[in-house]
């Protein structure tokens, strides 16, 4: 199976490319930064040089050609403007899909936020970043060519993950840790019964396999 990772680069996606070719997977991770290259070879994914934010549907589609599966994972960092909230956030995620919907890319993730909403109000740049990640998450369940889920996590910590975790439509707030966002990823990779979901995600007392498995097919 041969995954492909847009933000292959960040800090949920390194530790997911981890976890994927560990098990074999075939993994590419997308980066705009040639820099970046040897952290995904060292993570065991490929490196794949594009620039999401002024690449065309049709390029993406390319890279995307023999994908089974693709996951949105980039973002525009906690340092950058509202500019680059609706740019990366929002625009990067729907050229993302559309270009997965053009390659005949069935499968697609998307990591979002807990809170995103499009008509979320405020003139913050977070209010920014929810208003985008809403905007983004509501045009992905519109594509019909795509079995997506939104992945929706609370606050984002690096303590080690535990693998335990609450996985529900709604589970209010709360943190988890990164690793076990990757966790989680990894197993709705392998649940494709989870299409048509939006989950939300904090640390919990049910083990990742158990809690996206007790979600499946609802």
């Known amino acids: 199976m041969r995954i492909v990772i847009a933000g292959g680069h960040g ?5 997911l490319e981890r976890l994927l070719s560990a098990g074999d997977y075939e993994v590419a991770g997308i980066i705009r930064d040639a820099a970046q290259a040897d952290a995904l070879r060292q993570a065991g994914a490929e490196p794949v040089l594009c620039d ?4 065309s549907v049709d390029h993406v589609a390319g890279i ?3 994908a089974d599966v693709a996951v949105f994972a980039a973002g525009a960092g906690p340092g950058s403007g509202i500019g680059r ?3 990366v956030d929002r625009g990067a995620a729907v050229l993302f899909a559309d270009a997965a919907e ?3 890319v069935r499968r697609f993730l998307m990591v979002s ?3 995103a909403d499009a008509y ?3 003139d913050e740049v977070f209010d920014a970043y929810l208003r985008a990640k809403g ?4 045009h992905v369940r519109t594509r019909l060519g795509l079995e997506w889920t939104v992945l929706r996590p609370g606050s984002l910590i690096d303590d080690a993950g535990t693998g335990l975790v609450r996985l529900e439509a709604q589970t209010g707030r709360g943190a988890v840790p990164r690793d076990d966002v990757a966790a989680v990823l990894a197993e709705l990779i392998e649940t494709p019964a989870t299409a048509g979901l939006t989950l939300e995600l904090i640390s919990g007392s049910t083990p990742v396999p158990v809690a996206v498995k007790d979600v499946a097919g609802n």
């Open 85 to 87: 909230k609706d740019t």
């Open 102 to 104: 053009r390659a005949g």
């Open 113 to 115: 936020s807990m809170g």
């Open 64 to 66: 995307l050609r023999d």
């Open 135 to 138: 905007e983004a998450d509501d």
């Open 120 to 122: 979320h109000g405020g």
């Open 52 to 55: 999401l934010e002024s690449a």
């Open 11 to 15: 800090q949920i996606a390194l530790r």
